[in-house]
């Protein structure tokens, strides 16, 4: 009999019925997703991979086409997570009807286990559109990084009166058949509040620590993104130093001549 055991990849629905918080991580290639997947719970390949991958001001420029190549290249390095994949600015917007056939094509091309979307109250319908044709969805609210314009930058979101249309929002999304929602960026109250009030996963960035789960930019936490560290981030690693160090011992192998060494060349003698 074959001791070879099949791993199971996590499902919408078992994410939703862990008994710990949610793990969650971006990952964009398939190295990365090789890393992250064994101790994650949710790989999400984000729009986010414009600015930490392309080095983009925003999210707004990045494509479906970029979005499905890394999609699969997640999926690829990846075994037990369930993978999401975000819609990205202007490919959703439109209709429900549109939506769909950017939806279906990142899922059959991918090979992913939900799409997320940003928006509340008025993306509601076409989120009940998805979820009626078979298609698994990640809310997004609080701050929406596609808004980033309209919300007035990067902001925390959630203060006085914003804190009912942020909640109106939430229950909008769960109503409407989302399994998950994301909360970016939104006082700590508020989330708390959120949280208590939905029967759905919540997932805080910026948010929480009672959400049901958590996620972070996998390069943000790495320290590999010294650009800009948003304040929610906490860095469980300075890899950026290391790298920096790594290639200047590099360089000065190479400068110097003592890399390649008889080691590393076919044919050489060896030294003794």
Not at 27 to 53: F, K
Not at 105 to 116: L, V
Not at 164 to 174: G, S, Y
Not at 251 to 258: I, Q, S
């Amino acid at each position: 009999m074959s001791k070879h055991q099949t791993v199971r990849r996590y499902t919408p629905r078992s994410l939703a019925v862990l008994d710990t918080p949610v793990v969650a991580l971006t990952a964009y290639t398939t190295p990365m997703a090789r890393l992250l997947d064994p101790h994650c719970d949710l790989l999400l390949v984000g729009d986010s991979l414009g600015m930490v991958v392309y080095g983009m001001d925003s999210t707004l420029a990045v494509s479906v086409e970029m979005m499905i190549a890394h999609g699969q290249a997640v999926v690829r390095g990846s075994q037990k997570a369930c993978v999401a994949v975000d819609m990205p600015f202007g490919s959703y917007q439109e209709s429900p009807q549109q939506a769909f056939r950017v939806a279906a094509d990142i899922m059959a091309r991918t090979g992913a286990g939900c799409i997320k979307l940003e928006g509340g109250q008025e993306m509601a319908p076409t989120i009940e559109f998805l979820v009626q044709r078979g298609i698994p969805v990640i809310g997004h609210i609080g701050l929406k990084p596609q808004a980033v314009h309209a919300h007035g930058g990067f902001r925390t979101v959630g203060r006085g009166s914003e804190a009912e249309q942020v909640m109106a929002d939430a229950l909008a999304v769960e109503k409407a058949g989302a399994f998950a929602v994301v909360i970016e960026s939104t006082m700590e109250p508020l989330s708390r509040a959120i949280t208590e009030a939905l029967g759905i996963l919540t997932i805080g960035i910026g948010a929480s620590p009672q959400c049901d789960g958590q996620i972070l930019v996998a390069e943000d936490m790495l320290g590999l993104f010294p650009d800009f560290t948003p304040r929610f981030v906490r860095k469980f690693a300075n890899l950026g130093q290391e790298v920096d160090r790594a290639v200047a011992d590099y360089a000065h192998a190479v400068r110097t001549r003592t890399f390649p060494g008889p080691a590393e060349c076919v044919g050489m003698p060896k030294a003794d």
